[in-house]
Each structure stands twice: as structure tokens, then as C-alpha cells.
């Protein structure tokens, strides 16, 4: 592992356009639960029945009730972790230009990056489903489920369901960030979920080197990545940042 933690760093002070691709592996240390495997959130509810749009227009009351409101809880007092910050560290030295994130928790902006897209949405907002006024998620009184707008309509997160497109825009600029960038760092993603997971695709097609970070291994290890440090996020990212520093 720290071979590999030292060929990221040199491949790093080497690169001129850098992006990450990261998923809710990044957020874990943040204490946001990520959607599968151990501990998972999917292993305790099923998506279809909680984070479908179909389940959610039949009956929004259930699924704010079964997980809209404890994710606010949990989102709302998250913090940045290591990865986060050391996203930003890369970005700082110009070593980092643009992070596609899956995850809507809004954490990377915080830790400082300034060109993240948030390739399902973001959680910050909640919008009404009648005349579409976006309400901050941390103002949203939670007494009343489902939350209402002022003009009666209920309120939905500013993010995407699954049954749902991608925020065009989002899909579009992380096609072309995918396709400039010479190394791609797919940071805490599962890689399960399209279209996100062919971003990394993209960029390796378009001559990119792609960097996994990730305990475990994934559809796009041995394919797609042409390595992976098998590692926590947040550990990883300070290790390779030191070792980066060096190199400068
Ligand atoms: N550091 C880095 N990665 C980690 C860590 C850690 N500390 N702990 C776990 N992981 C990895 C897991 O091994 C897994 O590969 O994070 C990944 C989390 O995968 P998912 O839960 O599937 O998250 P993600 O890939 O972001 O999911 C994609 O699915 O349910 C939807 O819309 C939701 O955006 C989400 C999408």
C-alpha cells in the first residue's frame, strides 16, 4: 500500500488536470451511513419502497417518515472529514480541479472545493412539488411530516430519486471533465449506480489514469482503475498529500 500511496502522490505531481469522482464512502468518517454493504443503508430499508420517485409521489408522508427526516438529522450536523479536507488541500496546490460527488451533503463545498458537481442533487434544499420555492433543508420544520411549503404544496429534497434523470447540466460537465482530465480519483463509490459509475469509463477511455480509494474492490477494479489503494478515505487522502508536499 504505500508504494501505491507514493506512485498516486508522483502520478499527482505529474498531472495538470485532476478530477475525483466520490461517492458515500467519502462521507462515512463525516457519520453518514453509506447505501451498501456492511452497515449499509440499503441492508436495513429497500430503495425501490424509500428512495424511489413511485414511492415517494404514492406517499410521501412514509417516505420522509422512513428516511427524508433522519437524513436531515444526520446531514445536518455532519462536518467535513480528512477526505473532505484533503480534497481541498489538492485543490489548493493545484493539484485538483473539479469533484463529481454522488453524495448531496453538501460536504466537499464545505471543506473548501470550489467547482464540485453534484451529480444527484443536493440535500441543502428542499423544493415545493406545487410552485417549486426551494426552502433550506436546515429551516425545514420537521414537526409536520410530510413538511409543507407556505402555499400548501409538500416539500421534496433538491436531489434525485432513483426513476429519476440526471440534472443534465451535472451530466454534461462531468462528461467533459471526464474526458480533459489526465488522472481521475474515484474516492468511496461502490461504482454500482449509472450513469455515475461510467464517468471513470470515460476518463480511461480518454487516456486518464483512474485511482480507485476503497477498502474494497469494485466493478471497476482490474477493468476500469488502473489501481487501487486499498484504504479508508480519509487516511488514504492524508497520506498521499503528505507524500504529495515532498514532491512539490
Ligand atoms: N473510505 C472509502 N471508501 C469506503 C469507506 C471508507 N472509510 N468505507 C466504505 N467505503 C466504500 C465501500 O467499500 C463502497 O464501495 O464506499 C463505497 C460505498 O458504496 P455505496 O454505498 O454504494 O455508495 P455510492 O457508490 O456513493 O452509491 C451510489 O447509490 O443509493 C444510491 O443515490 C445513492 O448516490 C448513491 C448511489
Given amino acids: ?54 414511492a415517494f409521489m404514492q406517499d410521501p408522508a412514509k417516505v420522509w417518515k422512513l428516511l427524508i427526516r433522519d437524513m436531515k438529522e444526520v446531514i445536518d450536523q455532519a462536518q467535513p472529514n480528512d477526505c473532505h479536507k484533503g480534497l ?33 442533487g443536493t440535500f441543502a434544499w428542499q423544493r415545493c412539488m406545487d410552485c417549486d420555492t426551494h426552502v ?40 467533459q471533465v471526464a474526458t480533459d482530465c489526465d488522472i481521475m480519483l474515484v474516492i468511496g463509490t461502490s461504482a454500482m449506480v449509472q450513469p455515475a459509475a461510467m464517468m471513470p469509463v470515460v476518463a480511461k477511455e480518454t487516456g486518464a489514469t483512474v485511482i480507485e480509494i476503497n477498502p474494497e474492490s469494485t466493478p471497476l477494479t482490474g477493468e476500469i482503475s488502473d489501481y487501487i489503494i486499498k484504504g479508508t478515505a480519509g487516511d488514504t487522502m492524508n497520506r498521499i498529500i ?4 515532498a514532491l512539490l
Fill in 1 to 54: 500500500m504505500d508504494d501505491l500511496i507514493k506512485k498516486a502522490a508522483s502520478d499527482l505531481a505529474q498531472a495538470t488536470m485532476v478530477s475525483a469522482l466520490t461517492g458515500a464512502g467519502a462521507s462515512i468518517e463525516s457519520k453518514i451511513p453509506a447505501f451498501r454493504g456492511k452497515g449499509g443503508l440499503w441492508e436495513k430499508m429497500d430503495p425501490m419502497e424509500v428512495a424511489h420517485i413511485d
Fill in 88 to 120: 481541498a488541500q489538492l485543490e489548493a496546490l493545484g493539484k485538483l480541479q473539479t469533484v463529481i460527488t454522488q453524495n448531496i451533503d453538501g460536504l466537499h463545498q464545505m471543506a473548501g472545493n470550489t467547482d464540485v458537481i453534484e451529480f444527484h
Fill in 242 to 245: 503528505a507524500d504529495l508536499d
Fill in 136 to 175: 433550506e433543508t436546515r429551516r425545514v420544520d420537521v414537526s409536520e411530516i410530510p413538511p409543507r411549503c407556505h402555499c400548501g404544496g409538500i416539500l421534496r429534497p433538491n436531489a434525485v430519486f432513483f426513476g429519476e434523470l440526471i440534472p443534465q447540466e451535472a451530466l454534461w460537465r462531468s462528461r
